[in-house]
């Protein structure tokens, strides 16, 4: 199962000198297998992978995590939605108050967008799902809410070898009353128990969240409790402050390292990364 980095930024495209490392696009990462293909979320990066993606390619799949903006910015870039011989699954979360097709028209529409969803060569297949697992090809997903404002999902990918963790907007340490110490009443734990691989919010300093509480986003202590009492094997520290250069990320990332000395391997994630698990 291979693993690659398309945007890793959080909130809003933060492209410059001073984000060359890290990367400035936001929310995007596909999971390969074989012939399978899985993308999670459509961030400013879904535009680059759409230039990539070969001829042999018929069916994608894009799992969104939730709908704010830095989550979809890109759909409308994505060069296969605009291919009559590729069709596009697009996931999301299910809500009860207004259907997930719905919710994607609003920005497949002006003055969001020119072009309606209704346009497409193709029109996307639509996924709800909440707590759930399919099979995608070659690869089991499970998907399960976690604490972000508005419906927002984490995901966990499987090939039967390896898995797979995806959780770019979290709050762990809102969604339970004695965290890190409860993990099975923590928000998340059934997505990253035993991953091999874990991405996961990074966004704050501790200090910087003890002023943001509540806004949805995690500090990289928390990351890195959350991790330990999920056991996973590797984490890469995800959804970076679009304000923070290469050089911020690093000053937070050393402080929350020293600060929690972690017993197993926590890196910043890095646009263009690859990873291969299992």
Same mark, same amino acid.
């Given at each position: 199962?291979?693993?690659?980095?398309?945007?890793?930024?959080?909130?809003?495209?933060?492209?410059?000198?001073?984000?060359?490392?890290?990367?400035?696009? %936001?929310?995007?990462?596909?999971?390969?297998?074989?012939?399978?293909?899985?993308?999670?979320?459509?961030?400013?990066?879904?535009?680059?992978?759409?230039?990539?993606?070969?001829?042999?390619?018929?069916?994608?799949?894009?799992?969104?995590?939730?709908?704010?903006?830095?989550? %979809?910015?890109?759909?409308?870039?994505?060069?296969?939605?605009?291919?009559?011989?590729?069709?596009?699954?697009?996931?999301?979360?299910?809500?009860?108050?207004?259907?997930?097709?719905?919710?994607?028209?609003?920005?497949?529409?002006?003055?969001?967008?020119?072009?309606?969803?209704?346009?497409?060569?193709?029109?996307?297949?639509?996924?709800?799902?909440?707590?759930?697992?399919?099979?995608?090809?070659?690869?089991?997903?499970?998907?399960?809410?976690?604490?972000?404002?508005?419906?927002?999902?984490?995901?966990?990918?499987?090939?039967?070898?390896?898995?797979?963790?995806?959780?770019?907007?979290?709050?762990?340490?809102?969604?339970?009353?004695?965290?890190?110490?409860?993990?099975?009443?923590?928000?998340?734990?059934?997505?990253?128990?035993?991953?091999?691989?874990?991405?996961?919010?990074?966004?704050?300093?501790?200090?910087?969240?003890?002023?943001?509480?509540?806004?949805?986003?995690?500090?990289?202590?928390?990351?890195?409790?959350?991790?330990?009492?999920?056991?996973?094997?590797?984490?890469?520290?995800?959804?970076?402050?679009?304000?923070?250069?290469?050089?911020?990320?690093?000053?937070?990332?050393?402080?929350?390292?020293?600060? %929690?000395?972690?017993?197993?391997?926590?890196?910043?994630?890095?646009?263009?990364?690859?990873?291969?698990?299992?």
């Amino acid at each position: 199962m291979k693993v690659n980095v398309w945007g890793c930024r959080g909130s809003l495209p933060s492209p410059g000198p001073e984000n060359i490392i890290y990367g400035g696009n %936001t929310s995007c990462v596909s999971v390969a297998k074989d012939d399978t293909l899985i993308i999670l979320d459509g961030g400013s990066g879904i535009q680059r992978l759409g230039k990539v993606i070969t001829p042999e390619i018929k069916e994608l799949h894009v799992l969104l995590t939730h709908l704010h903006i830095d989550h %979809t910015m890109g759909l409308g870039f994505f060069q296969p939605m605009y291919n009559p011989n590729i069709q596009v699954h697009i996931w999301g979360p299910s809500t009860a108050l207004e259907p997930l097709l719905h919710r994607l028209r609003r920005y497949f529409s002006p003055p969001l967008f020119p072009v309606r969803m209704n346009e497409l060569p193709n029109h996307p297949i639509i996924h709800e799902v909440g707590n759930s697992e399919f099979t995608i090809g070659d690869l089991q997903v499970k998907s399960a809410y976690i604490c972000h404002p508005g419906p927002t999902l984490g995901y966990r990918v499987t090939d039967g070898n390896a898995v797979f963790a995806y959780m770019p907007d979290h709050e762990p340490a809102l969604g339970s009353a004695n965290f890190p110490h409860d993990p099975e009443w923590t928000s998340g734990f059934e997505i990253a128990e035993n991953a091999d691989l874990l991405f996961h919010d990074g966004q704050y300093s501790h200090a910087e969240y003890m002023t943001k509480i509540g806004w949805g986003h995690s500090s990289i202590n928390d990351a890195i409790a959350f991790g330990v009492a999920c056991n996973v094997k590797k984490m890469a520290i995800f959804h970076h402050d679009p304000l923070n250069s290469d050089k911020r990320l690093e000053e937070i990332y050393e402080e929350g390292i020293t600060q %929690t000395k972690p017993t197993y391997s926590v890196i910043i994630c890095k646009e263009g990364e690859e990873f291969e698990l299992g």
